[in-house]
């Protein structure tokens, strides 16, 4: 690090780079917002000249809307680090005056805390417009967030693990990985029938969701797929 950066505090130096980040990737985030916004005014046009349309269509609407919010999510956090895969561009990323893990920290606070915030509040808003508003603090809801709380950190992980095709390639990762998974199901239920659901803590049937239900085990997974991608990233500013 230059003599200038390392007189720059832990903060400073995260902010630098949540700022390059955002100014990197401005268009992008220009074109959310205004999508955003169309679809807000957009739906309280509808509403307001069919208000018959809310009742029936008030939980599609919400499962809608979510959908998105979490696919874009994903998307945006699988191109955070395609600097570090394009060889005209990486040689400048990695010799950022700053640490890895302030890196890692950087993007993970666009494509998640500021990301977050932006939908979660749009979410709030349109369906406050249908009159479902409550709907994002129920039970549901706060589970659906958990479980997006831990895949993106699992798309940051594939950004930084994934040399191209990002997104692709960590949506066939996971959906190999669920497929092991219930491979490993039918398995232990074939030999152990009823097993699975003492296993797993699934009261009827089994779903793989509700492992990561709750705010601890959401936490607690996110934090090891955020630390693998550290040491990914770590290990490749290193080289």
């Keep these: 690090m230059s003599t200038l950066t390392k007189e720059m505090t ?6 630098c780079l949540v700022k390059r980040e955002i100014a990197l990737k401005k268009k992008m985030i220009y074109s959310g917002l205004t999508a955003i916004v169309i679809l807000l005014v957009i739906s309280q046009i509808l509403l307001s000249i069919y208000p018959w349309i809310i009742e029936p269509f008030a939980p599609v609407i919400y499962s809608f809307t979510f959908t998105i919010f979490t696919y874009a999510g994903y998307a945006f956090s699988s191109i955070m680090f395609n600097e570090l895969h394009t060889s005209a ?30 939908g979660v509040l749009a979410l709030i808003i349109l369906h406050w417009i249908t009159g479902h508003g409550g709907q994002m603090l129920t039970g549901t809801g706060l589970t659906d967030f958990y479980v997006y709380t831990v895949t993106q950190s699992i798309f940051l992980f594939g950004a930084v693990y994934f040399k191209k095709n990002n997104f692709l390639a960590t949506v066939v990762a996971l959906m190999v990985l669920f497929l092991g998974f219930s491979l490993f199901i039918l398995v232990i239920n074939t030999f152990f029938p009823g097993a699975e659901q003492n296993l797993f803590f699934v009261s009827s049937g089994w779903k793989f969701i509700t492992f990561f239900g709750g705010l601890p085990a959401s936490m607690l997974t996110s934090l090891f797929f955020l630390g693998l991608a550290y040491k990914k990233l770590k290990n490749k500013q290193i080289a």
């Design 10 to 15: 832990f903060f400073e130096r995260v902010t």
């Design 89 to 118: 561009t990486a040689p400048q990323f990695l010799t950022l005056p700053a640490t890895a893990f302030e890196k890692l920290m950087a993007a993970w606070l666009v494509s998640y805390v500021a990301y977050t915030v932006v």
